[in-house]
């Protein structure tokens, strides 16, 4: 079984910087698919960047410039830069391991005050 733990979240006023960690345990497949996604009320969940174990990555419009995904293959952990954050950036935002299987964090609070 494989658990993914968020952390980093957080209240953050506009224009400043986060950072989102989360870290993977239990039997993971070495070739597997990290990302983060958000969502707000009554949205659907979103992608927001991704990183693949060989390090492609794939970033929503919205964010491209301003966030940057990175991972520690040997930590098993996917991190989440966000700096020049937007109160549209609030939201809850979910951990995704997919792999031979798809897996999802309990996901991690980000708000920004305007």
């Known amino acids: 079984q494989v658990q993914l733990v968020e952390s980093g979240g957080g209240l953050v006023q506009a224009g400043g910087s986060l950072r989102l960690s989360c870290a993977a345990s239990?039997?993971?497949?070495?070739?597997?698919?990290m990302g983060w996604y958000r969502q707000t009320p009554g949205k659907q969940r979103e992608l927001v960047a991704s990183?693949?174990?060989?390090?492609?990555?794939t970033y929503a419009d919205s964010v491209k410039g301003r966030f940057a995904i990175s991972r520690d293959n040997a930590k098993n952990t996917v991190y989440l830069q966000m700096n020049s954050l937007k109160p549209e950036d609030t939201a809850v935002y979910y951990c995704?391991?997919?792999?031979?299987?798809?897996?999802w964090g309990r996901g991690t609070q980000v708000t920004v005050s305007s």
């Open positions: 995704r391991l997919l792999s031979t299987r798809d897996y």
């Open positions: 239990g039997s993971i497949f070495s070739i597997n698919v």
């Open positions: 990183i693949s174990s060989g390090g492609s990555t």
